[in-house]
């Protein structure tokens, strides 16, 4: 589990290094897009039969755009990151033109 300025997070061990093997983003980075103060946050309707799911469009620690798939565990205390990638340029232009 990490803490990030007041947020607790967790993630599958191997999902993330898969992702990262995959997408070439560490949740570690994924959890930075959450102290964007632009980020944009959407449901994720198509994901969410099983559980609710969101996503966050942001900018990571090292500023790099993120589209970071999550849910809530532990009573919505502890975010836990589904995956994570680099965003499209749609998903650019969405948040403002940041690549």
């Known amino acids: 589990m990490l803490e990030l300025r ?3 997070f967790d993630w599958n061990p191997e999902k993330a290094l898969s ?6 983003v560490a949740f570690k980075e994924a959890a930075t897009t959450f102290q964007d103060e632009n980020a944009i ?3 994720d309707e198509r994901h969410s039969k099983d559980e ?3 996503i966050i469009l942001g900018l990571s620690k090292i500023e ?3 589209y970071v798939c999550y849910c809530y ?3 919505d205390t502890v975010i836990r990151i589904i995956s994570a990638r680099r965003a499209t ?6 948040y403002g033109g940041v690549q």
């Not at 340029?89 to 969405?94: A, K, N, P, Y």
């Open 19 to 24: 992702n990262l093997q995959k997408h070439g």
């Open 6 to 8: 007041g947020n607790l």
């Open 89 to 94: 340029q749609r998903e650019s232009e969405l």
């Open 41 to 43: 946050y959407f449901d």
């Open 64 to 66: 790099r755009l993120l």
């Open 73 to 75: 565990r532990e009573s």
């Open 52 to 54: 609710d799911r969101f």
